[in-house]
């Protein structure tokens, strides 16, 4: 039984493996740890199609390593620890070089599968190499994740996927039967969305369809001969980030069109119905915040919402919110106000409390002075009074910019007139 073509063409070697130069070009990191023979455990994090698994057999194809693998989607703990069994018996005939145990779409183990990798990762019984397409920090628990170097790897670009056709073509015994011709390639690239095992598995089907030695690769020939899918969502991979993304930005764009478009594009790919209202939650108050602060309120019940209902009528409700969420009023303020917090406090994060703020449960904490000068803004007319609130060397800092809205306008007014010069911007 033939094998497909992508499989025929797999790399075995890092001179065929093509793109990831920034990773196994001639001064990529893991190239030259790979030539000196020492691997870390790492995370392969990229696209499908983009030569995980492949990179991870030419590691220990190159390094002479025995080579385990499992596949996330059909093993459970007991299959890891007899995988791991069998690598520690294996590690005793070797003195430096531990086996490696890869483990394809890492990020479908749950918790007390990769816990189960801990010890033998840990203890060098094995050299774990992970292949997922869900980013890691969220995927993979922290205490896996920081035993591993990650290496992302990038979607192939358009030269890549050429380049890939060419080798096929010449290198590949049975297309080297026929006479190929690559005519135009535009339909062809789209419908591989930069995954080289589906461009493979398309073109050879293109090729096979076509009942001569002569095959001229055209845009119409694609599109007669290949069913295009309707709807390209992947809940599990790179789409499921790349969309809702696009769905976000069109809120914070006010283009409630598009919205609702990248939203139904999730709807009809089946994704789950939390994880687009907590993104709405996210943007009620980084994109919209201050600017209407209803938002946050309208989103975080379109969550209870959503999560009581559930598919199909949880889709009018997420429409609902999402037209609502790109009509409102735009502000980050807040969004910004604490990035320039935070790294405020990352220069001057030493700094005193003022004594007038400070807590005093002791006697002696009363007896220094604390909370001594502190002004009770209850005490004064309109519950404001003047004092200062940050340490006196930063005390007129300005981290908090209105934005450019109708309600925010009336923040700075009222803010102007409580502080005299403090918030003129």
Known sequence: MQQPLAERLRPKSLGDYVSQAHLIGKNGALRQQIERGVIPSLILWGPPGVGKTTLATIIA????RPFFTLSAINSGVKDVREVIEKAKKQDGLFTVKNPILFIDEIHRFSKSQQDSLLGAVEKGWVTLIGATTENPSFEVIPALLSRCQVYTLNEFSKNDLLDLLERAIAKDEFLQKKRITLKETDALLRLSGGDARK?????ELLVNAVNTNTVVITNKLVTEKVQQNTVRYDKTGEQHYDIISAFIKSIRGSDPNAAVYWLARMIEGGEDIKFIARRMIISASEDIGLANPTALIMANNTFQAVTTIGYPEARIILSQCAIYLATSPKSNAAYMAINHAQQLVKQTGDLSVPIALRNAPTKLMKDLGYGN???????FPNNFVQQNYLPSE???TKLYIPGNNKKEHLYLQDLQKKWKGKYNY
């Open 61 to 64: 194809n190159t390094t002479d």
């Open 199 to 203: 461009l493979l598995n398309i073109f």
């Open 373 to 379: 000068e502190y002004k009770y803004a209850h005490d």
């Open 394 to 396: 930063i005390e007129n």
